[in-house]
């Protein structure tokens, strides 16, 4: 099974950082990697799939990069309604496992 | 518009089991494949498998792959998850979710909360 390793758990940032998160894939997964964000009590909403592709909709701060098997969430000029939980998930092959999450908090 | 509208909450004893639907709308029923994702209290999004409307075909997470089964109705555009031999730990939020084909869950139903207690 390929395992994601997201980092980190938690992160503490200011209206106006700019903010990255990373996902580890245990092995090649070809860029099938999609970033979600949840807010509490909502279900999670995709942002980028197939590692950088924004999803429509989604504003253009958000964007999605890739090293071999690193792949790089990062939010540009963070917004008061970016306060949430980010997840990972890789779609190469099953079972299609989510990181642990990254909570986003106000600093 | 593309929508999955799911069941209402279910509060269930240990040991038996539980079905959640997920009504499809505003696509093509048979085109995507249905993603099952469940989060338990606090805890993060954990993968339960999915399914290929137009075969039936299904895949689950190995941990859960006896206990669980999915059910695609084509001729309602329904989806189903049955889940039995239930225990506490299966207390969570219960999510279907649309593959599109990116491979990515593009469109998610609102939860279905089942709580599993004596």
């Known amino acids: 099974d390929i395992q994601v390793t997201q980092s980190p758990s938690f992160l503490s940032a200011s209206v106006g950082d700019r903010v990255t998160i990373t996902c580890r894939a245990s092995?090649?997964?070809?860029?099938?990697l999609n970033w979600y964000q949840q807010k509490p009590g909502t279900a999670p909403k995709l942002l980028i799939y197939?590692?950088?592709r924004l999803q429509s909709g989604v504003p253009s701060r958000f964007s999605g990069s890739e090293s071999g098997t690193d792949f790089i969430l990062t939010i540009d000029s963070l917004q008061s309604e970016d306060f949430a939980t980010y997840f990972c998930q890789q779609t190469f092959s099953d079972p299609r496992a989510f990181g642990q999450g990254t909570k986003v908090e106000i600093k | 518009q593309v929508q999955l509208v799911q069941s209402g909450a279910e509060v269930r004893k240990p040991g038996s089991s539980v079905r959640v639907s997920c009504k499809a709308s505003?696509?093509?029923?048979?085109?995507?494949?249905i993603n099952w994702v469940r989060q338990a209290p606090g805890h993060g999004l954990e993968w339960m498998g999915r399914i290929i409307p137009v075969s039936g075909a299904a895949a689950y997470a190995q941990r859960l792959q006896d206990r669980l089964t999915f059910i695609a109705d084509v001729s309602t555009g329904t989806h189903y998850l049955d889940l039995s031999g239930l225990r506490p730990e299966d207390t969570a939020i219960y999510y279907c979710a649309r593959m599109d084909t990116d491979l990515a869950l593009d469109f998610w139903g609102q939860g279905t909360w089942v709580t599993v207690s004596s």
């Open positions: 197939y590692a950088s």
């Open positions: 505003g696509y093509s029923f048979s085109a995507y494949t």
């Open positions: 092995q090649n997964i070809r860029s099938y």
